[in-house]
């Protein structure tokens, strides 16, 4: 009881004392709250520390396996590094100044497709000359079969000889004539515009328009049997008025053509153009010549 009425004593009189000195208890709980305000500073800045510590590690590991895989991509795939290699070029061969020159003005056909049109595509690209020669060669043949089942009496029969000479005009000189021009025409006019387009169309109807179909009725006059003046009475009498007519229809095949198809289909094209035009044509060469009855 002593000592329990000594410590009530001893309160009391600190209680006084503090009574008598507010300022001294103010500063002692100032003093309190600045220490814990410090200590609370002093955790929230390790915690930080803490944060940026752990993040600045995370990001280094990131790294690490990002170049890890890069390698690993690089040392799996090495082609996928190296340089790539531009088109092979043709040779420099005349009869191969070749359909790979369509590069310049589109893209490389795509062969993967199954079929007929994969196999005649990939033909075209392998051997663009014979392709495009046997492709006008059976044209031709077509062309003169309709022909003659066109004019053909009701007793008739079929002039196979006519359609030989129509079919080895087409393998033998439309075919390789026409890779030779197209080709030529994309080296020298590579552009596909409207003023590049008009100045082939003007090119094929003063050159090789004019040129092809002198070779085509004489060809025809030739293993006809026909003279050296006859000939060329034949062609005063039907050449003038063949290039009227193509001039009625070969303008808008030949822009369709060189505006919208890319170089090695342009024979095929032309060839498929001349299905209708050679109809006409063998229909004239197998005229009579000039003072026959």
Not at 65 to 90: D, E, M, N
Not at 153 to 163: A, E, I, K, N, W
Request: aromatic share 12%.
């Amino acid at each position: 009881m002593d000592h329990f009425f000594r410590d009530c004593n001893f309160l009391g009189r600190k209680k006084q004392k503090n009574r008598r000195n507010p300022n001294r208890f103010r500063l002692a709980t100032l003093h309190r709250a600045e220490m814990g305000g410090n200590f609370i500073r002093n955790v929230c800045g390790y915690e930080t520390r803490l944060c940026v510590a752990y993040v600045d590690q995370i990001t280094a590991e990131a790294q690490s396996l990002t170049k890890h895989q890069h390698w690993r991509a690089y040392a799996r795939f090495p082609s996928q590094f190296s340089k790539i290699k531009g088109p092979r070029t043709s040779s420099s061969h005349p009869w191969s100044f070749s359909s790979s020159t369509s590069s310049s003005s589109s893209s490389s056909p795509s062969y993967s497709k199954a079929g007929f049109v994969g196999w005649y595509l990939s033909k075209l690209e392998s051997r663009p000359l014979i392709t495009k020669s046997i492709s006008s060669c059976l044209i031709y043949t077509a062309a003169d079969l309709t022909s003659q089942m066109i004019t053909l009496p009701p007793l008739g029969s079929f002039d196979t000889v006519r359609t030989l000479r129509m079919a080895a005009y087409g393998l033998l000189i439309l075919g390789p004539s026409q890779h030779l021009w197209f080709n030529f025409l994309s080296k020298v006019l590579p552009k596909r515009d409207l003023l590049t387009t008009l100045k082939k169309i003007i090119m094929g109807q003063t050159i090789y328009g004019p040129a092809i179909t002198t070779i085509f009725f004489s060809y025809n006059a030739g293993l006809q049997g026909e003279s050296g003046q006859e000939i060329v009475a034949r062609l005063k009498r039907d050449l003038l008025p063949t290039f009227k007519s193509g001039v009625l229809f070969w303008p808008i095949c030949d822009f369709f053509t060189f505006k919208f198809v890319p170089v090695h289909l342009q024979p095929l094209m032309n060839s498929s153009c001349s299905y209708v035009w050679t109809i006409y044509l063998t229909y004239m060469a197998s005229l009579k010549k000039v003072g026959a009855d």
